[in-house]
T-cell receptor, first 114, second 111 residues
Framework: KAGVTQTPRYLIKTRGQQVTLSCSPI?????VSWYQQTPGQGLQFLFE???????NKGNFPGRFSGRQFSNSRSEMNVSTLELGDSALYLC?????????????FGQGTRLTVV | DAKTTQPNSMESNEEEPVHLPCNHS???????IHWYRQLPSQGPEYVIH???SNVNNRMASLAIAEDRKSSTLILHRATLRDAAVYYC????????????FGQGTELSVKP
């Protein structure tokens, strides 16, 4: 079956702009999580959605937001981009009901803010 | 947030076993221990997870200490393709199972 798909793979934006990233989970998976990866901070949890509801949120400013649609696809939005938002943004999907399920990650969207 | 502590890097020879340690002294009774690895230019990949008992799968084994404050990922025969950053992660029961990644251990495998 198809894996987790993230689009676009690469993106270049200017400071102050906003950006929307998309994640299509594995069919049947209802949980989608987002992570930011930078060389300095490593992998940091942004938020998790399950059945269209945000179930968990990390310690990121309100400029970072997300949503999940009824088909489990998810988008994350970053407004008023800053240079420090340059990172690899990873999405992971899982069945989501139990803690003991594995998460499947996409290849990420590489965002560069100039 | 519950934290895990891992060595920054380890080295192994091809075809030899590798033991990757992880300390998680603040683990609570219902938190699962997960291991993921990340190959260059890819997203993390699930390796194994467990709660209390040792676990085996086709990729690796997970040995969990009796007090659950530490665990060890065992790769039985390292290959060059196992060179990656290995993350030991706690899945937090009281926070809906979100994964908190540490800095991970960068494993290099020498031929």
């Amino acid at each position: 079956k198809a894996g987790v798909t993230q689009t676009p793979r690469y993106l270049i934006k200017t400071r102050g702009q906003q950006v929307t990233l998309s994640c299509s989970p594995i069919s049947g998976h209802r949980s989608v999580s987002w992570y930011q990866q930078t060389p300095g901070q490593g992998l940091q949890f942004l938020f998790e959605y399950f059945s269209e509801t945000q179930r968990n949120k990390g310690n990121f400013p309100g400029r970072f937001s997300g949503r999940q649609f009824s088909n489990s696809r998810s988008e994350m939005n970053v407004s008023t981009l800053e240079l420090g938002d340059s990172a690899l943004y990873l999405c992971a999907s899982s069945l989501g009901r139990e803690l003991n399920t594995e998460a499947f990650f996409g290849q990420g969207t590489r965002l560069t803010v100039v | 947030d519950a934290k895990t502590t891992q060595p920054n890097s380890m080295e192994s020879n091809e075809e030899e076993p590798v033991h990757l340690p992880c300390n998680h002294s603040t683990i609570s009774g219902t938190d699962y221990i997960h291991w993921y690895r990340q190959l260059p230019s890819q997203g993390p990949e699930y390796v194994i997870h467990g709660l209390t008992s040792n676990v085996n799968n086709r990729m690796a084994s997970l040995a969990i200490a009796e007090d659950r404050k530490s665990s060890t990922l065992i790769l039985h025969r390292a290959t060059l393709r196992d060179a990656a950053v290995y993350y030991c992660i706690l899945s937090l029961h009281n926070q809906g199972g979100k994964l908190i990644f540490g800095q991970g251990t960068e494993l290099s495998v020498k031929p």
